[in-house]
C-alpha cells in the first residue's frame, strides 16, 4: 500500500520546484546556499526585498557565491569583487526563486526535467498572520523517495516514536481499510494493551486501541457501525454528514471547502485548492487518514485525527483535520542534494510546520513565536533522528536489492 502510495506520489508534477530553505532564513546581509543534486544554488534578497537566485559559482573565476556577501542587494562575490544584481551576466543566468511566505523554492528545469510550471504546487495552509511557524532542516544518506516513502508510512507512529504519539490507528488509506503490520495503543507494556497487541491477536485490523485502558484516547474504537461523522472505515456512507468524510475525500455532496485532505475536488469551492497546477486535486484519493493521540506530557496526550497527502513528489503533507489544531499542516519536503564523497545519495529534509488553533491563549503563543520556534524544531529534529535513520536504512537496503516487498 505504502509502495503504491509512493508510486503515486512521484509522478505527480512539480513543475522543477526545490524547496532549499525557510523564508525567514534569508537575511539582508548574506545568501542563503543550497546544493541541489549537485548544483550550488544562492538565494539573497534583492534591491526591492525580494528574493533573486542563480547558480553559487562566480561566473569569474568560480568563487563559492555561498560565502559571498549581500551589499543594497547585489550579492558581490568575495575573490575579486563582481556584483550579480539578479539578472543575466557574463554566462551566469537567474534561476525562478519563489517565496511562499514560509518556504523558498527555487526551480531548476535541468534538474528535474519535467514540463516547468510558474509556480510550485505549494500545499493550503492556515492564514499566516494566525499562524505559528517553525521550519525544521535535516539531511540524511537516502534518496527523496526513502523520505517520502517514510512519511507515507503512518504505522510507524506510535511504535518507532513512542514518546511522541499512542493511540495510533490508520482510519482510511488509498486502498481503504488498512491491512498490514499492527497498531499500538500506548500502553508501556504491549502484552497489556488491546487490539494494537501483538500478544493480544497479531492479526486483524491493526491500530486498534480498545481496551488499552488508559482512557487517553478520543479516537480509536469507532466501528464501521458508528453514526454519521464518525465513520471508521476511511469512507463516508451516503448516511454521513456532508463534509464528514473520514477518508479525506468529498462527496460531491460536500460543502464548498469542506475537503479534509487539504485538497478540492473540482466541485469545492474556490479557494481551497491544494496549489495543483490547473486547479485539480493531487492526493484527494490518495490520503491516509490516521487517529492519533500526540503525547504532550506525562499522560496529557492530545487526540487528533490527521491527513496525510501527497501532493507532488517531493512532499507530503499532514493536516489535522479533527481536534486541537484543526487546520494545522505540517509539510515534509525532500530535496535531493547530490551524492557525498563517498558517492552516496544525500536529501535534505525541510520540514514546516504551520499550526493554528482557534483557542484565545494561541495569539500569546504566536507572540511568543521566538521562544516556541525552537522548541517545534528540537521535537522536530527528534523525530526526525529516528525517521532518517528509517529513511537511510530504506535507502541501503534498495541500494544492494535487499529491500523486502
Ligand atoms: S571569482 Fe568571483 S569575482 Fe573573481
Ligand atoms: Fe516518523
Given at each position: 500500500?505504502?509502495?503504491?502510495?509512493?508510486?503515486?506520489?512521484?509522478?505527480?508534477?512539480?513543475?522543477?520546484?526545490?524547496?532549499?530553505?525557510?523564508?525567514?532564513?534569508?537575511?539582508?546581509?548574506?545568501?542563503?546556499?543550497?546544493?541541489?543534486?549537485?548544483?550550488?544554488?544562492?538565494?539573497?534578497?534583492?534591491?526591492?526585498?525580494?528574493?533573486?537566485?542563480?547558480?553559487?559559482?562566480?561566473?569569474?573565476?568560480?568563487?563559492?557565491?555561498?560565502?559571498?556577501?549581500?551589499?543594497?542587494?547585489?550579492?558581490?562575490?568575495?575573490?575579486?569583487?563582481?556584483?550579480?544584481?539578479?539578472?543575466?551576466?557574463?554566462?551566469?543566468?537567474?534561476?525562478?526563486?519563489?517565496?511562499?511566505?514560509?518556504?523558498?523554492?527555487?526551480?531548476?528545469?535541468?534538474?528535474?526535467?519535467?514540463?516547468?510550471?510558474?509556480?510550485?504546487?505549494?500545499?493550503r495552509?492556515?492564514?499566516?498572520?494566525?499562524?505559528?511557524?517553525?521550519?525544521?532542516?535535516?539531511?540524511?544518506?537516502?534518496?527523496?523517495?526513502?523520505?517520502?516513502?517514510?512519511?507515507?508510512?503512518?504505522?510507524?507512529?506510535?511504535?518507532?516514536?513512542?514518546?511522541?504519539?499512542?493511540?495510533?490507528?490508520?482510519a482510511g488509506?488509498p486502498?481503504g481499510?488498512?491491512?498490514?503490520?499492527?497498531?499500538?495503543?500506548?500502553?508501556?507494556?504491549?502484552?497489556?494493551?488491546?487490539?494494537?497487541?501483538?500478544?493480544?491477536?497479531?492479526?486483524?485490523?491493526?491500530?486498534?486501541?480498545?481496551?488499552?485502558?488508559?482512557?487517553?484516547?478520543?479516537?480509536?474504537?469507532?466501528?464501521?457501525?458508528d453514526g454519521p461523522g464518525n465513520s471508521a472505515n476511511g469512507t463516508n456512507s451516503p448516511a454521513d454528514g456532508p463534509g464528514n468524510s473520514a477518508n479525506g475525500t468529498n462527496a460531491p455532496a460536500d460543502g464548498p471547502g469542506s475537503s479534509t485532505d487539504g485538497t478540492n475536488s473540482p466541485a469545492d469551492g474556490p479557494g481551497g485548492s491544494e496549489?495543483c497546477?490547473?486547479g485539480s486535486a493531487y492526493g484527494t484519493d490518495d490520503a491516509?487518514t490516521?487517529?492519533?493521540?500526540?503525547?504532550?506530557?506525562?499522560?496529557?496526550?492530545?487526540?487528533?485525527r490527521a491527513v496525510?497527502t501527497?501532493p507532488?513528489?517531493?512532499?507530503?503533507v499532514?493536516r489535522i483535520v479533527e481536534?486541537?489544531?484543526e487546520g494545522?499542516?505540517?509539510?515534509?519536503?525532500?530535496?535531493?542534494?547530490?551524492?557525498?564523497?563517498?558517492?552516496?545519495?544525500?536529501?535534505?529534509?525541510?520540514?514546516?510546520?504551520?499550526?493554528?488553533?482557534?483557542?484565545?491563549?494561541?495569539?500569546?503563543?504566536?507572540?511568543?513565536?521566538?521562544?516556541?520556534?525552537?522548541?517545534?524544531?528540537?521535537?522536530?529534529?527528534?523525530?526526525?533522528?529516528?525517521?532518517?535513520?528509517?529513511?537511510?536504512?530504506?535507502?541501503?537496503?534498495?541500494?544492494?536489492?535487499?529491500?523486502?516487498?
Amino acid at each position: 500500500m505504502i509502495a503504491g502510495a509512493l508510486k503515486r506520489a512521484l509522478a505527480r508534477p512539480s513543475g522543477n520546484w526545490y524547496v532549499v530553505g525557510a523564508s525567514d532564513d534569508l537575511r539582508d546581509d548574506r545568501p542563503l546556499a543550497r546544493t541541489v543534486q549537485g548544483r550550488e544554488v544562492v538565494v539573497w534578497r534583492g534591491a526591492d526585498g525580494r528574493p533573486v537566485g542563480g547558480p553559487g559559482v562566480c561566473p569569474h573565476l568560480g568563487a563559492p557565491l555561498r560565502d559571498s556577501p549581500v551589499r543594497c542587494g547585489a550579492l558581490v562575490c568575495h575573490w575579486h569583487g563582481l556584483a550579480l544584481h539578479g539578472t543575466p551576466y557574463a554566462g551566469w543566468a537567474p534561476l525562478p526563486v519563489h517565496d511562499d511566505g514560509v518556504l523558498l523554492w527555487v526551480r531548476l528545469d535541468e534538474v528535474g526535467g519535467e514540463a516547468p510550471l510558474d509556480t510550485p504546487v505549494v500545499p493550503r495552509r492556515p492564514e499566516r498572520s494566525r499562524a505559528l511557524t517553525a521550519v525544521y532542516v535535516g539531511t540524511g544518506v537516502c534518496e527523496v523517495e526513502d523520505i517520502v516513502a517514510n512519511r507515507l508510512d503512518p504505522w510507524h507512529g506510535a511504535w518507532f516514536h513512542p514518546y511522541a504519539f499512542l493511540d495510533l490507528r490508520v482510519a482510511g488509506s488509498p486502498e481503504g481499510l488498512e491491512v498490514g503490520p499492527p497498531g499500538r495503543s500506548g500502553g508501556e507494556s504491549p502484552c497489556a494493551s488491546g487490539g494494537g497487541s501483538p500478544c493480544a491477536s497479531g492479526v486483524g485490523p491493526p491500530g486498534g486501541s480498545e481496551g488499552d485502558g488508559s482512557g487517553l484516547s478520543a479516537h480509536g474504537t469507532n466501528s464501521p457501525a458508528d453514526g454519521p461523522g464518525n465513520s471508521a472505515n476511511g469512507t463516508n456512507s451516503p448516511a454521513d454528514g456532508p463534509g464528514n468524510s473520514a477518508n479525506g475525500t468529498n462527496a460531491p455532496a460536500d460543502g464548498p471547502g469542506s475537503s479534509t485532505d487539504g485538497t478540492n475536488s473540482p466541485a469545492d469551492g474556490p479557494g481551497g485548492s491544494e496549489g495543483c497546477p490547473g486547479g485539480s486535486a493531487y492526493g484527494t484519493d490518495d490520503a491516509f487518514t490516521v487517529d492519533v493521540s500526540f503525547k504532550v506530557a506525562g499522560r496529557l496526550v492530545v487526540p487528533v485525527r490527521a491527513v496525510f497527502t501527497a501532493p507532488e513528489p517531493r512532499t507530503v503533507v499532514m493536516r489535522i483535520v479533527e481536534g486541537e489544531g484543526e487546520g494545522s499542516v505540517v509539510e515534509t519536503h525532500a530535496t535531493p542534494l547530490g551524492p557525498d564523497e563517498l558517492g552516496r545519495p544525500r536529501t535534505a529534509v525541510i520540514e514546516a510546520v504551520i499550526a493554528a488553533s482557534d483557542r484565545p491563549g494561541f495569539v500569546f503563543a504566536r507572540r511568543a513565536a521566538p521562544l516556541l520556534r525552537p522548541l517545534a524544531r528540537r521535537a522536530a529534529g527528534r523525530l526526525w533522528r529516528d525517521d532518517l535513520a528509517y529513511a537511510e536504512r530504506r535507502w541501503q537496503l534498495r541500494s544492494t536489492g535487499r529491500f523486502p516487498g
